[in-house]
């Protein structure tokens, strides 16, 4: 049964992320005011902590602090971070912080009062399927794990040469997405998985992290882009703007790169 808390705290979800990114990269977030909180209960003390990880609840203090720690969990708002925890504090003076802490591996016994939904492994009888997957238009930065999958074969030389058919295409280096994304260097690295949005990836997103996860070893699924060529869902790639249907094909480099008009 849900928290009468819970409610409050799904109204600030997108506030609350960026509370959590923000810790992910510094360390320590900014504060968020909360003093709203009030309207939903009465308490001696509004202080609270809850420690969480992708797995659940590690410690939780007050209801209203685990609270938030049951709709961070529910709302996913941990899938993009891999070996960290975060502590979450509630201040006298009603601001939320969220901390960083890193872990050395995943925790997997925690005490939590969080139902997690049950992995289960199906058997695949021995048989592996490929699956290809359209990339989106749409793309969120996020933030990557430890651990990057090298791309496939020898792809990455049609990758570099795409880059420079890229800077040399002045409609299309412009671009907010290709000048900000592909063509900064400074700019971030995100898993795939993580870095396509849109319609087709809100419904599927769900099962494409148990994949991204292990839960499903026979499933391999490759995303097809406009830029990267094939890519794997724990493969670090940046955002672009790029689209199949923009151009007309004049030949084939030697690397396989199809060049355009």
């Known amino acids: 049964m849900g928290s009468k808390y819970d409610v409050f705290w799904e109204q600030y979800l997108f506030k ?24 939903f209960g009465e308490r001696q003390s509004w202080y609270g902590v809850v420690e969480i ?9 007050m209801a209203h602090a685990v609270s938030l720690g049951n709709v961070i ?12 925890r975060f502590k979450l504090v509630i201040n006298t003076d009603f601001k939320l912080r969220a901390e960083r802490i890193y872990l050395a591996e ?3 016994d925690v005490d939590k009062p969080h139902i997690m939904e049950k992995t289960v492994r199906p058997s695949s009888g021995g048989k592996k399927a490929l699956i290809l997957i359209p990339c989106g238009g749409d793309k969120n930065t996020s933030y990557l794990g430890d651990e990057v999958a090298r791309p496939l074969g020898d ?34 690295i995100s898993y795939a998985v993580d870095l ?17 996860n292990g839960d499903y070893p026979s499933i391999h699924v490759l995303i097809v882009s406009a830029f990267y060529g094939l ?31």
């Open 106 to 108: 995943p925790e997997k």
């Open 73 to 84: 969990l529910d709302n996913n708002l941990l899938e993009p971070f891999i070996k960290v």
């Open 16 to 39: 609350i992320g960026e509370l959590l990114k923000e810790a992910y990269v510094e360390g320590t977030s900014s504060e968020m005011d909360v003093r709203d909180i009030k309207e």
């Open 155 to 188: 792809i990455e030389a049609m990758r570099n040469e795409m880059l420079e058919l890229l800077r040399a295409t002045p409609e299309l280096k412009v671009k907010e997405k290709n000048a900000n994304g592909i063509l900064a260097d400074e700019t971030p």
């Open 231 to 261: 890519v794997q869902l724990d493969e670090g790639i940046k955002k672009y703007e790029l689209d199949f249907l923009n151009f007309k094909i004049r030949r084939v480099s030697d690397s396989g790169v199809v060049i355009l008009n």
């Open 53 to 61: 990880h992708r797995n659940g609840i590690k410690e939780g203090e």
């Open 196 to 212: 396509y949005q849109g319609k087709f990836y809100s419904v599927t997103k769900r099962i494409l992290k148990r994949i991204f």
